[in-house]
């Protein structure tokens, strides 16, 4: 889905949700982490440990340190605050970053789903300050498209097209 679409769909008069701040941070959160993923299972198993630079971050530790940062963040909107799990200095092959990813996002989808307006407004600890508990998660899509800012460059570096620049398919 495009931003476009997505950011359409979340407007849209006729379709608006009982909860449309929560609603419309669920949106957002998924148009990163569908461009996210796509990017992490499209890049080759060989390009994970490329980094551009040598005192920057490999592309798989980008990863890990996503899926770090979805514990981080959601634990936080749910009230639950845990330390994340360390993926990404304990991981390296493309399919364990990948799986561990995706446990994150399944983690992070249970908090955006169960998220409503009205526990979106419920003040809450916010990387040390009280906050809105929908901080929380406008936090972590803002660290997503950051670090997948990040993921689009060694993409290209490797002469591979990222997920959101690639062309919709046809409508017929």
């Known amino acids: ?21 929560s609603a419309s941070a669920k949106g957002v959160y998924r148009i990163i982490k569908v461009n996210v993923l796509k990017a992490a299972e499209k890049m080759p198993e060989e390009n994970y440990s490329f980094k551009p630079t040598p005192d920057i971050r490999s592309f798989g530790q980008i990863v890990g340190h ?5 514990y981080l963040f959601c634990s936080m ?9 360390g993926v990404e ?4 092959s493309k399919a364990d970053l990948v799986a561990a990813l995706k446990d994150a996002f399944a983690y ?4 955006y ?15 040390g300050r009280d906050a809105p508990r929908i901080t929380a998660l406008t936090f972590n ?16 570096l490797k002469g591979l097209v990222p997920p959101s620049s690639e062309s919709a398919p046809a409508t017929r």
């Open 77 to 85: 909107a749910s009230g639950n605050q845990q330390n994340p799990p």
């Open 141 to 156: 899509a803002a660290h997503m498209n950051e670090h997948y800012g990040n993921i689009v460059t060694y993409m290209r």
């Open 108 to 111: 992070c989808d249970k908090v």
């Open 89 to 92: 200095r304990s991981k390296t």
């Open 66 to 70: 996503i899926a770090d940062a979805q």
């Open 1 to 21: 889905m495009s931003l476009a679409a997505g950011l359409a769909m979340a407007q849209s008069p006729a379709a608006a949700p009982a909860n449309p701040f």
């Open 113 to 127: 789903d169960g998220m409503t307006d009205a526990s979106g407004a419920e003040i809450v600890k916010v990387i």
